[in-house]
């Protein structure tokens, strides 16, 4: 019995023999084979950079499915974007030998969408309720900034649209907003620009999440069915959650809290549009029970790279703490080059550049920056 290589707190209860995992978990290394295996109650996976954040997922799926834990129509995996969502269900097909028919691997909102066109009046919608994209709010927010009597160069439409999109992620009306803020005018063009959307049957992308959530938790039934198919519930880059997602994931959640987790705090970078690193930092306290393993074996850098890396976000005051290692033999050290000015910086680019092109070619050289203006 494989589940015998790491005990488990909570171990899994299969319906039928493990059928041909053991060649899939003897590709993983002790702490991924260790968060593959977990048994039931809450999981959190750190994943440190290159260390296979995604063969933990994916392989994990895999085990639930062939060992008979789950059915198909219980998993639900969420991650941030569509092709990570589009990798995962790859990835998943490959090890299991089919789609994932009756589960869902997508991202949280497509995950939210198909819960609102499943109960669309429940959720207080037509049943053709449309999408609106960023330029239809803004055209929107347009005719609200008119309505008001306002100047569009003093309350520019992005920006009245960011804040509110912030406080609605953060799960705050306008009367929070205004209270919080001070600020008079986004509490008002916020108020309205939610009415425009009910009056025209519209959503848009945070609306799906915040309905989604409304009809969790207004509707009984509508969560129990829900729970049903998130009984084993996976969330990728959990770094990036923010306030809303969370009380999402929560929502949803059953009693047994068969979540899985996996993040970095290290590679949170989503904090400008309200992803709050407090999620993955207090996991246990939002999940209390939760186990917590660490990836730190990195299969992409070389030891230099990972010790310079790893030395300079020690510094950050917000992490839980890991050391990425690497069983990779060389690598050149780091060089620090500190130029007088801009023009110095680029000739010494320039320089190096023409050293290695001779030897390895334009082609494997590369340049990051911090800005497209700097290019």
Known sequence: DVRSVIPSR??????????????????????????????TGPLLV???????????LTYRIAHLLAGKFAAPHEIT???????????????????????????????????????????????????????????????????????LGLDPKDHPPRQLLSRISRAVNRCQDPADLERRSGDGVTPQVFERYTT??????VVDFDDMLVRALQLLRGHEGIRRAARRRAHWLLVDEFQDTNTLQMELLAATLGEEGNITAVGDEDQSIYGWRGAELEN????????PGARVVSLEENYRSSQPILSVAGGLISRNNQRRGKKLFTSRDGGERVRLYVGDDERFETRWIADRIAELAPEHGLGEVAVLVRTNAQT
């Open 280 to 287: 993955i930092l207090s996991f246990e306290r939002h999940f």
């Open 10 to 39: 909570n171990p899994l209860r299969p319906l039928g023999a493990i059928s041909d995992m053991t060649d899939l978990l003897d590709q993983l290394n002790d702490p991924q084979r260790e968060a593959v295996t977990h048994g």
């Open 46 to 56: 750190l994943a440190g950079a290159g260390s296979g954040k995604t063969r933990v």
């Open 196 to 201: 425009l959307k009910t009056e025209a049957g």
């Open 77 to 147: 995996a969420v991650t941030f974007t569509n092709k990570a969502a589009r990798e995962m269900r790859e990835r998943v097909a490959e090890l299991v030998g089919g789609e994932l028919t009756g589960g869902f691997v997508g991202t949280f909102h497509r995950w939210a969408l198909e819960l609102l066109r499943r109960y669309p009046a429940e959720a207080g919608l037509p049943r053709w309720f449309g999408i609106i994209d960023s330029d239809e709010q803004r055209a929107l927010v347009n005719k609200i900034i008119k309505e």
